[in-house]
DNA sequence: TGAAGTCTACCTACTAGAAGGTAGACAATG
DNA sequence: CATTGTCTACCTTCTAGTAGGTAGACTTCA
């Protein structure tokens, strides 16, 4: 804890811009050691092992993000604008180039190659966030301000589905506003108000 | 053309299988070597590099999908069983576990860490997909058999969102028939009958 | 027809460099 | 003075790729 960043928080930071680009084989300790601008073993120091370093990181992202939403919640009641403003996020996050694709869908992709103890974290990451859409689903039901012909569960995959699908697509399409395209409409679609 | 089949064509099929579960960086040659029962030097005769190997790969896939949708289109003229084959076919090949993922859609994720020969075949593979979704879903729309509010080039970008993202939670979920409970209602709400 | 040359597919043995990781010395600092 | 963070220097294993060679099938042509 001697400078105001932390080399700790630097090196999760670059390891989740290189899982991001490139997934967990993309990256050696060796590239976050250029960027963070320490030698190999002191990124050894702050995490033992590659497979320490990704746990961290994946457990920190969903810890975060289980608090945004929680934050979310009580800024935004009505389950209409929760969605929105959650697509709205990653919307901004794609567009800026800040974070162009969610760590946990891209090592979802590789889950079967992953070490077990980070792919454990990856599934949780999946529960954690089905979850809380499941949840936000079955409110707009209750309150008439979502409507969905199946269950709330599947509800909340589909739309967690298009969310990560859509991501895919605007890194393929090398167009980042397809994601605000594909999701704008598919949030509006859950709408009850008539339009 | 020695044996009946190819060892070409094993080495593609093994380095497919090892994409798709683990991206461009998750095997080398040795495993491949160790799977089809040659030496690593035999698979630098028929691909002379890593990038040969992925680039061919990626390159057939494609073409082969394009031959497959063509024999499709000639088979189910209609648009809505085109849709309902289609994500049939991946709905089948996860259940079976026989091709667990796109290979492409897995690349596609990687896409800014991948060497630029095979990012150009992964994006001239989407491209292509694309295209022939959004002609189907423009003559669904033109025979009164699909409905839907925007374009068909819009419709066909989230369609492919969903079948991808669908792939995704199948896998984070470790639940096969996930893939299939998200797109037999997408498809579904597709149709411009009554339901 | 059979010898010489060529081609394909594979092999063993090797290389340089990158991978993840370790041991131990040296500062800083609370 | 003990803890924390960093360093240099190293190790082992794996990586893609190369060099050079062998066995056998196919061609060419005197």
């Known amino acids: ?84 403003t959650y697509a709205g996020y990653w919307a901004k996050c794609i567009e800026d180039a800040s974070v162009p694709f969610c760590v946990c869908a891209l090592l979802a992709s590789e889950l079967p190659a992953l070490p077990p103890e980070v792919a454990v974290e990856v599934r949780a990451y999946f529960r954690s966030l089905s979850s809380w859409l499941t949840k936000v689903m079955n409110r707009g039901a209750e309150q008439g301000i979502l409507k969905f012909a199946g269950s709330a569960e599947l509800e909340a995959e589909t739309f967690m589905a298009t969310v990560h699908g859509a991501m895919l697509s605007a890194r393929a399409n090398g167009n980042p506003a397809l994601f605000d395209a594909i999701l704008t409409p598919t949030v509006q679609r859950l709408s009850a108000k008539v339009h």
């Open 1 to 84: 804890m001697s400078s105001l960043v932390m080399t700790s928080d630097q090196i999760l930071a670059s390891a989740r811009n290189f899982i991001v680009s490139g997934g967990y084989n993309g990256f050696s300790y060796a590239d976050i050691a250029e960027v963070v601008g320490v030698r190999k073993a002191s990124i050894h120091h702050h995490f033992p092992s590659k497979v320490d370093l990704v746990r961290t990181l994946v457990a920190r992202h969903r810890e975060r993000t289980e608090v945004s939403m929680a934050d979310l919640e009580s800024k935004f009641p009505d389950p209409l604008a929760l969605l929105q």
